[in-house]
């Protein structure tokens, strides 16, 4: 058996078990891909105790986002 297959299988029972929201979709694409990594690098399940939530991750996401908009806009 792949291992492509084991990850596949994590991909899809996250999106199944969350919501079809978009941001639900996402949440579990986020999850899935650390839980991925952790599997590949480490052998194990949540290996980074620093590791940012989906929230965390959004905040700063839209932070970046703003600062770059503004930064933008005053270049023009």
């Known amino acids: 058996m792949s291992r492509e297959v084991p990850a596949t299988i ?4 996250v999106l199944t078990f969350t919501a079809c929201t978009s941001d639900g979709v996402k949440r579990g694409i986020y999850e ?8 590949d690098n480490a052998k194990m ?12 991750y959004e905040r700063e ?16």
Not at 32 to 39: I, P, T
Not at 45 to 56: G, I, S
């Open 61 to 76: 996401r839209r932070e970046a986002q703003k600062h770059n908009y503004s930064t933008n806009a005053s270049v023009k």
């Open 10 to 13: 994590i991909v899809l029972s």
């Open 32 to 39: 899935s891909l650390y839980q991925r990594e952790c599997l």
């Open 45 to 56: 399940f949540d290996c980074d105790p620093k590791h940012m939530t989906y929230d965390q």
